[in-house]
């Protein structure tokens, strides 16, 4: 019990070691990870490569389904995080620029998500808390022992041609609002729509919604909406052109008399995105909420901009 609670101590001390910074201090104790020779290697990704930990600048080396340190640092002041060290173990691609990993410092996976210039944006849910890195290839960040022999500097930045900025948009969760309701059950479909640069309308599959809104019990749908299923759409905005715009939300409701249309314009989610004054980052959302009153109910869903690519 005593071997546990003391390596439960260590551990949660090298929990922060993503977002603090090393001290000069002398370590004294190894931290707890693994060695490179022990951890066997798996498939290489397409973010193999040497990269620099943005919040304590120093570099590792993600090869074959695991990092490993190149530039050792001291964290807590007694714990020793060596070159060859394990931090990163089954690092694996989920998507095209979407990866996943064991952060073994942290305590918890991380997702990262690999921005236009090849930055890994990380977001880990670790034993201490949410925490946020970026991982900074060394193709273009300047490291003390390279240096441009020209200018004696930093080497400058790779040229990177751009490409498009691939988006998805899709509604989901919806619920209700409401007191005293005669009606505690709405059932359609819904979907949106979007108009591209050239005027052409794009719009989604319609996706049925079941919301149960009595007084007392569960006020949201019974079903998850996925985020690339029928109510999803998926577009590319090449370099330097806007994007869509009039985005609406529509659909319409199975009333026992019939069926019922309805439909909504002018989200605040685009003019969110836009309040960013940026392109959003490879894996950024924004989420706008919709109401739909329909008599005493409102009847709600939920809009996410997502940028894929």
């Known amino acids: 019990m005593k071997l546990k609670l003391q390596y439960l101590v260590v551990a949660s001390l090298l929990g922060a ?46 090869e074959n389904g695991r990092a490993y340190v190149i530039d050792g640092w001291t964290h807590a002041f007694v714990l020793s995080v060596k070159p060859g060290m394990v931090t990163l173990q089954n690092f694996r691609q989920t998507g095209p620029d979407e990866f996943e990993a064991d952060d073994l410092p942290m305590m918890g996976k ?40 020209i200018v004696g500097g930093p080497p400058p930045p790779p040229i990177i041609a751009e490409q498009p900025r691939v988006y998805r948009l899709h509604v989901s969760g919806s619920g209700c609002d409401g007191k005293a309701l005669i009606r505690k059950r709405y059932r359609g479909q819904v979907r949106i729509s979007v108009v591209d640069r050239e005027g052409d309308k794009l719009a989604s599959n319609g996706r049925n919604f079941d919301v149960r809104c009595t007084d007392k019990g569960p006020r949201k749908q019974n079903f998850v909406f996925y985020k690339d299923g029928p109510a999803a759409l998926q577009f590319a905005i090449p370099p330097g052109e806007d994007g869509v715009t009039d985005l ?36 950024e959302k924004v989420i706008d909420r919709h109401d739909m009153t329909t008599g005493k109910t409102v009847l709600n869903f939920t809009l996410t901009l997502e940028r894929i690519q």
């Open 17 to 62: 070691s993503a977002l603090a910074a090393p001290t000069p201090a002398s370590a004294q104790i190894p931290a707890f990870l693994p060695s490179a020779e022990e951890v066997a290697p798996v498939e290489a990704s397409s973010a193999d490569g040497t990269y620099i930990v943005s919040t304590i600048d120093k570099r590792i080396t993600i």
């Open 110 to 149: 991380v997702i990262f998500y690999r921005q236009p210039n090849g930055t890994l944006q990380g977001v880990v849910q670790g034993a201490m808390g949410e925490a946020k890195y970026a991982l900074l290839p060394t193709d273009y960040v300047g490291l003390g022992d390279i240096l441009d022999p």
């Open 248 to 283: 609406r939300i529509s659909g319409q409701l199975n009333d026992p008399l019939g069926r019922v249309p309805f439909s909504k314009k002018n989200s605040d989610l685009f003019a969110k995105a836009r309040a960013l004054g940026r392109d959003l980052n490879v894996g």
